[in-house]
């Protein structure tokens, strides 16, 4: 059951089922990456927030298909990338723009929710129930290395957001030089920030299921590793609050 939530939100899942020759990628079977989609979705739908799910390999998917039959309220979006062999910020780029130029449920959205397609986050509704009840804010999102890396797994933001400041913070990404899609997005968020935009920290640090692409372990979720996280990010939400 969806929590009661102000605004209109929609879920942005960004996938690739069949890769290809995209560099630095480890979890590159096809038949994984499609259960690993697959099982998302079905977890995904159970929230009950519309969900927008862009592929960029164009590769057809008779479950998946089947999936979205019935939601008329969620979209299944697919093209064909031509900038993934260039590594996998660029195709993730890439389907950013597609989405927001293509899906209708986004254009109607007044909050966009950015994952990684083949995770699911456990608490997702309790951080859209926390982003709700917060005023003014237009971005929520986890930095690292002194604000210069936004984690891209799992981001929040307002349709101000990607429209003004991510989307063409995008073209920036040069992996050959070592600037990637999380570059691009903390690069994005900072100068929301500067023009007098809110950002704000995950109340409780989302808590993925599945398995990275990129490394091809899976998220550990055990106890110790969520308490871990806790005190981090709650360590850094009272500092944040300091005067």
């Not at 929609?10 to 697959?38: F, H, K, W």
Request: glycine share 6%.
């Amino acid at each position: 059951m969806m929590t009661l939530l102000k605004k209109n939100y929609c879920i942005l899942l960004t996938a690739t089922i069949a890769p290809g020759n995209v560099p630095n990628l480890i979890r590159s079977d096809i038949a994984l990456r499609e259960n690993d989609y697959i099982l998302s979705l079905k977890k995904w739908f159970l929230t009950g927030i519309p969900l927008v799910f862009v592929e960029n390999s164009s590769y057809v998917s008779e479950e998946i298909d089947a999936l979205f039959a019935s939601r008329n309220d969620c979209e299944y979006l697919s093209f064909t990338t031509k900038k993934s062999q260039f590594g996998k910020s660029h195709g993730e780029a890439e389907i950013m723009d597609y989405a927001f130029a293509k899906s209708k449920i986004i254009q109607e959205s007044d909050v966009v929710v950015k994952v990684t397609g083949r995770l699911f986050a456990k608490n997702a509704l309790s951080i859209l129930s926390n982003f709700d009840k917060m005023k003014d804010i237009t971005v929520m999102c986890w930095f690292k290395e002194n604000m210069t890396y936004a984690d891209s797994r799992f981001f929040i933001g307002e349709k101000l957001f990607y429209d003004k400041y991510l989307l063409p913070e995008l073209i920036t990404i040069n992996e050959e030089q070592g600037i990637y899609f999380e570059h691009a997005t903390a690069r994005a968020t900072c100068r929301c920030m500067a023009d007098g935009h809110q950002w704000r920290v995950f109340h409780r640090m989302p808590i993925l299921e599945g398995y990275s692409g990129t490394g091809g372990f899976r998220y550990r979720n055990d106890v110790f590793s969520i308490i871990k996280r806790d005190l981090v990010i709650g360590m850094t939400n009272f500092l944040l609050k300091l005067k």
